[in-house]
């Protein structure tokens, strides 16, 4: 191939639809296009020829070809002054981002920005390992399709809303960039969104949601259900590629009356979109939010009051429990309130204030590691630690008893640890959850009337429960992902374990014999924490009480029937577990993060 032609023109390959400024005028496809029609489609030698870097500038690829710096050949005619064009296929000047060092640098500055604003709010940041790889992710497939890595194609979003359907929304401007032809329509509208949220933000508005809006195309023509999976690639050719304009986006390029800047040169056809913002659906949802947090502070104000009843002491304790937490305040308008309550019988657990006495015991520590698609949950023994284990209960329900635990090598973190002291449910209870003949009587929820291999049974599936509990929401944040279904992101279940006494054994244990201890974090951003979970019983209050909204829709689930019961209160699932309190979330091992 010659770099001594000195006579060129401009040349637009009609195969692969790049222009090139100063390519010789001797065939009508670019030299590269030219060496790929000699072999056959998707063959190796095919696949090894298109990886060949080009001259933005003449067209000319060969295989060592060393255009790294500026994209240019070195040839007469292929100097950094005549790199004339300067659209998708030319990187920038200064295009060193893609080395080692450049990349270490900007790790450490995002990190440094990310460890400073923790100074100021805190521990909890909405950033996470996943989140920022995605986003990295995210700009270096911008990048690469900027500088000709990828396939590219141009993206412009505008803004309209529902107030004013007929005009686009120019206070919000608009964005105009290259997409890699792999991304769906979903990124697209994943980007107009956050965009849009710099300036929707700035009066001090809750941030818009995906489901407060839609993607159309442009002049606010709908897309078809279905189509917001397809990617850019097969969007453009199948749906667009006969009445694409070849256009860049004039949006906001010059003032009304101001000359227009001339082009620079052909540019790659641009695909423009409009992202369609709900008002209505926004206010209403905002308007919700601030009356559920209205309601919950008016419960609160009216239930202080004098008394010394237990149902006084009930009703204020479950009022507490609706105040939003502090976390919930951060984050505004992602606040988030069950609806869901038990029934008042077995619903409602007491507390004492923790106790002083402690003796420090050692225990064999086992984790539930996973729970097999079978249900059958993998136990793994991880050595022995010592901790101080309170003598007496704070908390108790129908079932179990909830002792104060400090472990000694990690002094900074408090532990709950869980046994029972009922196996089955006693139908001689009061709605309070407290023994008829024996309501002060605390040796009921310490003394076990039954053998240690009974009860660790029981204790073995409480903590299966709650590790399969975390793969269930785990694949459920995954299924929304995959839908483009926003919902709250900031559920969790703490991480249980089992531990068994050594030696002599505590009072706490209530037993002769080595008994099994539940153990989790006790963390004080736990909304509504109980001492058990509500069993059959709750299953088919939870499912008798749902309703069907917007996110079960989006997710297409079915109508949900009522659960069939299993015939009463089953042993195995706690069905006589009490909670705590009105709100009920269905367990104690639901909170935020």
Known sequence: MSTSVTSTQT???????????????????????????????????????????????????????DLSTTGLCGGVTCQPAGALNRGVNAPAQNTDYQHPETISQRSTTLFDTIRRNSEFIGPVTSHTTASLLLHENSQ??????????????????????????????????????????SKSLWDVQDYGLKQLNINWTKNGRPPLRVTDTVLRQENNISIEE???????????????????????????????????????????????????????????????????????????????????????????????????SAKMRRLQEEEFRSSFALTTQGSASKSAP????????????????????????????????KGALANEPFAHGLMKSA???????????????????????????????????????TTQFTQAPFTAEEHNKFIKLECARGVLGGQI????????????????????????????????????????????????????????????????????QFVKQHTCRQVCQELGFPVLALAASDGGNNSDSSGDEDSDAAQGLGGDDIGLD
């Open 11 to 65: 040349l637009q390959c009609p195969d692969c639809r790049k222009t090139f400024p100063a390519a010789p005028a001797l065939h009508k496809l670019c030299e590269k296009c030219a060496e790929l029609g000699k072999h056959a489609y998707q063959s190796d030698t095919w696949l090894e020829v298109k990886k060949w870097p080009q001259c933005v500038s003449c067209g000319q690829s060969w295989k060592n070809a």
């Open 140 to 181: 270096r497939s911008i990048t690469n399709a900027a500088n000709g890595k990828s396939e590219a194609i141009n993206i412009g979003i505008q803004y309209r809303m529902s107030g004013a359907p007929k005009k686009l929304a120019d206070k919000y401007g608009s964005c105009a960039l290259p997409f890699d032809g």
């Open 226 to 324: 279905g189509q917001m999976a397809t990617t850019l690639q097969k969007w453009y050719n199948t749906v667009l590629s006969n009445r694409v304009e070849a256009k860049a986006p004039q949006w906001g390029t010059s003032k009304p009356g101001a000359p227009k800047r001339p082009a620079t040169g052909p540019l790659k056809p641009t695909v423009n979109f409009e992202l369609f913002v709900f008002e209505d659906v926004y206010e209403s949802r905002i308007e919700q939010n601030n009356i559920l947090l209205g309601a919950a502070t008016s419960s609160f104000t009216q239930t202080k009051r004098s008394g010394n009843s237990k149902r006084d002491r009930a009703e204020s304790l479950a009022a507490s429990s609706m105040l939003p």
């Open 354 to 385: 923790v106790q002083a006495v402690r003796l420090e015991v050692a225990f064999k520590k086992v984790i539930c590691s996973t729970v097999t698609l079978l249900g059958d949950p993998i136990f793994v023994e991880k050595g022995v630690i």
């Open 403 to 441: 002792f104060d635990l400090h472990i000694l090598d990690e002094p900074k973190t408090r532990y709950v640890a869980k046994r029972f002291f009922r196996l089955e449910g006693d139908a001689s209870t009061h709605d309070d959850g407290y023994p008829a003949s024996q309501e002060q009587d």
């Open 473 to 540: 929401l785990h694949e459920f944040y995954c299924m929304c992902n995959d839908k483009g279904v926003s919902v709250f992101r900031d559920l969790r279940f703490t991480e249980p374990m089992l531990l068994q006494e050594r030696g002599k054994l505590s009072p706490a244990s209530g037993l002769d014999e080595t008994d099994d201890w539940g153990q989790e974090s006790a963390s004080e951003g736990l909304i509504s924490t109980g001492v058990g979970d509500f069993g059959q019983q709750g299953i088919d």
